[in-house]
């Protein structure tokens, strides 16, 4: 008996659960139809469950261009229907968001069960089984529920932890805020960034500063380049959020005099190593896989090299400095 019994034992420990929801892909590169088909179960839950013994709710998903066409085979009502979306963006989440899509586009046709009466069974040579009243009180149930509580929108997700992202930055920077050898100029970066969460990541910085100041016998040009690293942080409500960095650099900058005749500026040049603290905050724009980045920033340079002007202050790009900076790019992995 104990031999006997072992088999059945066996083939009841493996027996698969029934499939309530299949879903198929037809172009949709990077699309898990299974992992969308079991979102769909959950937000279907309660008509799937009673609808289980019978034929499950089919799906076919096509994808062209930046369009996506969804048809649906409800065996509930045995219709076909279909509808036309905009391709959700190839990242992280976007099976949630086509699941969503699909669940309101059977709400729609289950809405018809509130005002039209259960057609009647088919003929007999018809193979399509009679809807289940079990089933259809349920899609009258979830209908009513849908109709009272409509889905809130999903906000945009936030960067994956696994997302490298790389910005190319430009803007102005006033330097030696504080001394009166202020020198302005430009400021150009490539900046490299990787999220440890969805909202706190590391950054690594290569810029390039170039700044000068006119003097009445002479002009004063500066030029520093840094490399540097440190953390990013950042809050996406929507596609529109804040964030901001703060980051310390190395580098080599040279202060050089133009002199527009003998004896008005130092024409020699005074090079040597510095180093740099900055932070920066501003709203930060995730389109896609478009990264955009406005930033108010300040900073110290220290062990800056001076620029000597005959009978006035000397210049520097050292001490305190402020500007602004646009960063654009995108999600390079």
């Given amino acids: 008996m104990l031999l006997g019994a072992l088999p059945l034992g066996a083939s009841v420990a493996h027996a698969a659960p029934p499939e309530r929801v299949v879903v198929g892909a037809q172009g949709c590169e990077g699309l898990a139809p299974g992992e969308v088909g079991r979102l769909l179960d959950l937000e279907l839950a309660m008509v799937t469950t009673e609808i289980r013994s019978g034929p499950p709710l089919r799906v076919e998903l096509h994808c062209g261009g930046e369009r996506m066409t969804i048809e649906v085979v409800d065996p509930l009502t045995r219709k076909r229907l279909a509808r036309d979306i905009p391709a959700p963006d190839p990242e992280p989440g976007r099976e949630r968001v086509v699941a969503l899509a699909i669940s309101e586009l059977f709400a729609a046709s289950w809405l018809e069960l509130l005002t039209t009466p259960v057609p009647p069974p088919p003929p007999p040579d018809d193979p399509t089984p009679p809807p289940d009243p079990t089933a259809v009180e349920a899609a009258r149930r979830m209908s009513e529920r849908r109709i009272e509580h409509p889905p809130e929108p999903e906000p945009a997700p936030a960067p994956s932890r696994r997302a490298l992202e790389l910005l190319v930055g430009a803007g102005a920077r006033g330097r030696a805020l504080l001394d009166d050898g202020r020198l302005g100029g430009g400021h150009t970066e490539l900046r490299l960034r990787s999220w440890l969460s969805p909202g706190l990541g590391v950054v690594a910085v290569?810029?390039?500063?170039?700044?000068?100041?006119?003097?009445?016998?002479?002009?004063?040009?500066?030029?520093?380049?840094?490399?540097?690293?440190?953390?990013?942080?950042?809050?996406?409500?929507?596609?529109?959020?804040?964030?901001?960095?703060?980051?310390?650099?190395?580098?080599?900058?040279?202060?050089r005099?133009?002199?527009?005749?003998?004896?008005?500026?130092?024409?020699?040049?005074?090079?040597?190593?510095?180093?740099?603290?900055?932070l920066g905050l501003g709203p930060r724009v995730?389109?896609?896989?478009?990264?955009?980045?406005?930033?108010?920033?300040?900073?110290?340079?220290?062990?800056?090299?001076?620029?000597?002007?005959?009978?006035?202050?000397?210049?520097?790009?050292?001490?305190?400095?402020?500007?602004?900076?646009?960063?654009?790019?995108?999600?390079?992995?």
């Fill in 206 to 255: 290569v810029g390039w500063d170039l700044a000068q100041r006119s003097r009445r016998h002479g002009l004063v040009r500066g030029q520093v380049v840094t490399a540097g690293g440190g953390l990013a942080w950042g809050v996406w409500p929507s596609r529109v959020g804040v964030g901001g960095h703060v980051s310390a650099a190395g580098g080599w900058a040279r202060v």
């Fill in 257 to 278: 005099g133009l002199p527009h005749e003998p004896g008005g500026v130092d024409e020699g040049a005074n090079a040597g190593l510095t180093g740099e603290v900055s």
């Fill in 286 to 333: 995730h389109y896609g896989r478009l990264r955009l980045d406005i930033d108010a920033e300040a900073g110290a340079m220290l062990r800056a090299p001076m620029g000597v002007v005959v009978g006035e202050p000397p210049m520097s790009m050292g001490g305190l400095w402020a500007g602004l900076a646009l960063r654009l790019g995108g999600v390079v992995r």
